[in-house]
């Protein structure tokens, strides 16, 4: 009894400690309440697509629109925001991916509403980078682990609660509903940006005056173009896997269980909820032991929980490989942006973080395209087998030819990154 209400006493005061965090309104409020939003359109978006049109392969390029849009969006808005205000430039990006999913309520064509997912992801595009960019420059690279695991812990939160709320609204009402929804919650995140003005940190300010952030991604590059693209390569992979899984969870649980809208929901939220289980634990690995150690078996374990997918006969199945896939997801939390932090410069800094979510983006767009192509081309099952093959394909990349990029206490990381 006196432990119970020693370690509830412990959870509340880290709760305030978080609610008191100087970058609480101007980055990780922001972050949950964008993640709730996906969450919300998440399990609803293949169901929608899968209305619209019969081929899977048109079902996988509209889930993979938004990616598509940050694809060609990352690079020349990176540009851009490294001479913008970085909360500025969140608030824009959310605002453009609202207005493309709100406009999918009334949407009755696969074209147009391709055209509008990709609205969406130029918006994501420019949250993204202004938001890896921002979080970089306000904290210490030995920090960073923690900093953006935790980020990846408020986006595991929204993904956790979101889903079923879609598969809620979708399943008691209408299957688009959840679209209005994810705009509303959008305007609250533009909102609390715009009120976060005093808690904004002035160290990012002062870091992205002295560090020429609008230098060319040709300078930022140099002397780190070979690690750069093998890098790229793992990052792609454990990607293709991660943005496959949003696409395949759905179809499969409609398309091969017949499952309802809201028990797909449940499942999706099943699944971000393992992920919550580790995230903090891999922001303290990442941040004491190193970004290696959390990023192969991550990766592995997502790809061997997207393998066991056509395994499953049943709602019970289906939930226990989406929590293996969530604890895959939720042991890499952040680990991604925390290795494209740890590998930027600090001169052209914006410019290869925008390289790097472009990189990102290549992964997030593929991923959905393969399960689509694969799944009509041959069968839904080798879909999932060829995402989990990436997964795993990432692991090894990853363990065998990418350095351990965390800064050993007294000295330098095994490559100099910065």
Same mark, same amino acid.
């Given at each position: 009894?006196?432990n119970?209400i020693?370690m ?6 880290s709760i305030?400690r ?7 309104l101007s ?5 949950f ?8 359109r ?5 169901l ?11 079902v ?15 690079l020349?808005?990176?540009n ?7 909360r500025?430039a969140?608030a824009?990006?959310?605002?453009l991916d609202?207005? +493309?999913? %709100?406009? =999918? #309520?009334? @949407?009755? /064509?696969v074209?147009?509403?391709i055209l509008l997912r990709?609205?969406g !992801?130029?918006?994501h595009?420019?949250?993204s980078i202004?938001?890896h960019?921002?979080?970089?420059d ?5 920090m960073?682990g ?9 986006l595991?939160?929204?993904l956790?609660i ?17 679209f209005v ?8 995140a533009?909102?609390v ?7 904004h ?6 870091l992205?005056?002295?560090n ?10 140099? +002397?780190? %173009?070979? =690690? #750069?693209? @093998?890098? /790229? ?10 943005? !496959? ?12 269980l ?11 939220s ?5 992920s919550?289980?580790l995230?903090y634990?891999?922001g303290l690995?990442?941040?004491?032991v190193?970004?290696k150690?959390?990023i192969?078996?991550?990766?592995i374990?997502?790809g061997?929980?997207?393998g066991?997918l056509?395994?499953?006969?049943g ?6 490989a989406?929590?293996l896939?969530?604890?895959g997801y939720?042991?890499?939390?952040g ?7 740890d590998l930027?410069p600090?001169?052209?800094?914006s410019?290869?973080l925008?390289a790097w979510?472009?990189?990102?983006d290549?992964?997030s767009?593929?991923g959905?395209?393969i399960?689509?192509w694969?799944?009509e ?16 394909l990432a ?6 030819f ?5 800064k ?7 490559q100099e990154?910065?």
């Amino acid at each position: 009894m006196g432990n119970d209400i020693f370690m509830s006493g412990k959870l509340v005061s880290s709760i305030k400690r978080f609610l008191k965090h100087p970058l609480f309104l101007s980055f990780y409020l922001p972050s949950f309440l964008v993640a709730l939003a996906w969450g919300v359109r998440t399990p609803v978006l293949p169901l929608y697509a899968n209305n619209l049109t019969a081929r899977y392969s048109l079902v996988g390029i509209v889930v993979a629109g938004a990616s598509l849009g940050t694809l060609i969006t990352d690079l020349p808005a990176a540009n851009y925001i490294g001479r913008m205000d970085r909360r500025l430039a969140m608030a824009l990006g959310i605002g453009l991916d609202a207005a +493309g999913t %709100l406009a =999918l #309520f009334w @949407i009755d /064509s696969v074209w147009l509403a391709i055209l509008l997912r990709f609205l969406g !992801g130029v918006g994501h595009a420019v949250f993204s980078i202004a938001r890896h960019a921002y979080i970089t420059d306000a904290v210490r690279v030995e920090m960073r682990g923690r900093a953006l695991s935790l980020m990846g812990g408020t986006l595991r939160a929204g993904l956790f609660i979101g889903p079923a709320i879609g598969g809620i609204i979708a399943d008691r009402f209408t299957l688009r509903l959840p679209f209005v929804g994810f705009a509303v919650i959008s305007l609250f995140a533009i909102a609390v940006i715009g009120l976060s003005k005093d808690q904004h940190e002035p160290q990012a300010s002062q870091l992205r005056k002295g560090n020429a952030d609008d230098v060319s991604l040709r300078h930022a590059l140099k +002397g780190r %173009l070979g =690690l #750069f693209t @093998i890098a /790229s390569l793992g990052n792609i992979l454990v990607m293709v896997a991660a943005a !496959g899984e949003s696409l395949i969870l759905p179809l499969w649980g409609a398309d091969q269980l017949m499952l309802s809208a809201e028990q797909i929901g449940w499942a999706v939220s099943l699944s971000s909820a393992f992920s919550l289980l580790l995230f903090y634990p891999a922001g303290l690995l990442m941040d004491r032991v190193g970004r290696k150690p959390v990023i192969v078996p991550s990766a592995i374990i997502l790809g061997v929980g997207l393998g066991l997918l056509p395994l499953t006969n049943g709602f019970a199945g289906f939930l226990l490989a989406g929590s293996l896939i969530g604890l895959g997801y939720g042991l890499g939390s952040g680990a991604i942006l925390v290795l494209g932090s740890d590998l930027s410069p600090k001169a052209g800094r914006s410019a290869y973080l925008g390289a790097w979510r472009w990189v990102t983006d290549v992964g997030s767009s593929g991923g959905p395209v393969i399960v689509g192509w694969v799944a009509e081309v041959l069968a839904l099952p080798f879909a999932a087998l060829t995402i989990a093959g990436a997964g795993v394909l990432a692991g090894v990349v990853f363990g065998l030819f990418v350095p351990e990029t965390l800064k050993k206490p007294g000295g330098e990381s095994e490559q100099e990154v910065n």
